[in-house]
């Protein structure tokens, strides 16, 4: 298996070598990066597996087990990944993930015959391997608003008819530099995918970018109209890949909305964004990496992956001991337990 684009020390293989202790890391030098150490079991609830960027998602998978991760959620896009990408129906892409863990399992198997194996969490006897623990949500990204058409709708539903599937998204609204559709077109997709995940009983990632320097944030202020017009899914939602102030905090805990905090949270330019860290109820906390966008510091401008919310989370608890005095352990442990919380994970 040939070396991914992601700057790593370790790539697994099935023929490996005994990799150097703590060397899943390296920077744009080089040298080490140590890997944060996980007071509880890790949960990425937002990563891009079939976005590759050059990344090898079964050595992701590989890496992610390796460094405490126990939850991994993958959206799948009925627009983006099937009509516009690399897969022509929802049930090819359901099985390149299957055949994807396959392999991610012969790699773990290949690290353990060489002393390498993923970290055991004392006190959690209960938490599942990563491997029995990749699930998908399911959704058309604004991008994709106006492809919305019956055969995406059509796929999109076996999407979440899969045993994998766990939420719908990432919806929602995007006034960003990258979307020139109108309002009225993104709403009604919004909307019509709110609806389904409630016919569903499925929780909702929404996605929601403002346009550069706009101090009224007309997204946000779109998405929370149509929450409070349409009702908040019974299931609930979650702000995916929050970079927004405490003031937006504040506006989406009272609707009960989730806040998940990636590799953003963690550049030297992002305060206001710790702010957010910090003014996020306990119970509403949420991390991912949305990979492969946004690694995080010490790794930023690298293809980002599932292992890195080892990174995210170390940050988010950090943030929370320096401005609350909330202990690091308390933050790991409300991170994941909220997660498996949000999408009925261990759920009987």
Known sequence: MSRSKASYEFTPTLDMPVAPDNALFHNKKGEIVPVPVALAPLADTHGHLTSSHGMDAACAICRAALTGVRLLVVPIDPVDDLSRGRWATAQEVLSWLDGVIDTAANLLDACAQRGLEPPVFAGWPDVPNLLDSIYIVAGAHPYGAADLDRNALRELEVLLKSPRCVGVGEIGIDF????????????????????????????????????????????????????????????????????????????????????????????????????????????????????????????????????????NTACIAQVRSERLGETKQDTYTSVWKNACSFFGIGRS
């Open 176 to 311: 960003g530099p990258y979307n020139s559709l109108d309002a009225d077109v993104q709403r009604k997709a919004f909307e019509q995918q709110l609806h389904i995940a409630c016919e569903h009983n499925l929780p909702v990632e929404l996605h929601v970018r403002n346009a550069k320097e706009d101090d009224k944030r007309a997204a946000h202020a779109l998405v929370a109209e149509v929450l409070e017009a349409q009702g908040m899914p019974q299931a609930g939602c979650d702000l995916h890949c929050f970079t927004e102030n405490p003031s937006i905090v504040n506006t989406f805990s009272q609707l009960g909305c989730h806040m998940a905090f990636g590799g953003a949270a963690t550049f030297a330019s992002s305060d206001e964004i710790r702010d957010a860290v910090a003014a996020c109820p306990q119970e509403l906390l949420l991390s991912e990496t949305d990979s492969p966008y946004m690694a995080p510091v010490p790794l930023r401008g690298q293809t980002c992956e599932p292992a890195m919310v080892a990174c």
